[in-house]
């Protein structure tokens, strides 16, 4: 059974960092691209970042540039997202997910077969 375990999320001032984990069962990360996806109270779930399968290239949302960084460790089967300089609106649950889309499609969330069950960050001004 595959399941995807997010962690990490928490409650943090403006300015400060958290990182989320990814963990996965049933499958193995480095095979699949791996994104990460956040949805806030009454709006779409949204492309963060992702990071591909076979040479570790990285996107992101635009806002998230130079502030969150996605990595990965095999050993671990684990994908992780570095966020730095937190803003309030930066306040939702996210949400990791992996699959096998092309790379062109990697913001798409459709693209995606599996997904966890997501980590509320709030960011408090």
């Known amino acids: 059974q595959v399941q995807l375990v997010e962690s990490g999320g928490g409650l943090v001032q403006a300015g400060g960092s958290l990182r989320l984990s990814c963990a996965a069962s049933g499958l193995t990360l480095s095979s699949y691209i791996v994104a990460w996806f956040r949805q806030a109270p009454g709006k779409e779930r949204e492309f963060v970042a992702v990071?591909?399968?076979?040479?570790?290239?990285?996107s992101y949302l635009d806002s998230g540039k130079g502030r969150y960084t996605i990595s990965r460790d095999n050993a671990k089967n684990t994908v992780y997202l570095q966020m730095n300089s937190l803003k309030p609106e930066d306040t939702a649950v996210y949400y990791c997910a992996a699959g096998r889309t092309a790379w062109t499609m990697r913001t798409m969330r459709q693209q995606y077969y599996y997904w966890g069950r997501g980590t509320q960050v709030t960011v408090s001004s």
């Open positions: 990071i591909n399968w076979n040479d570790d290239s990285t």
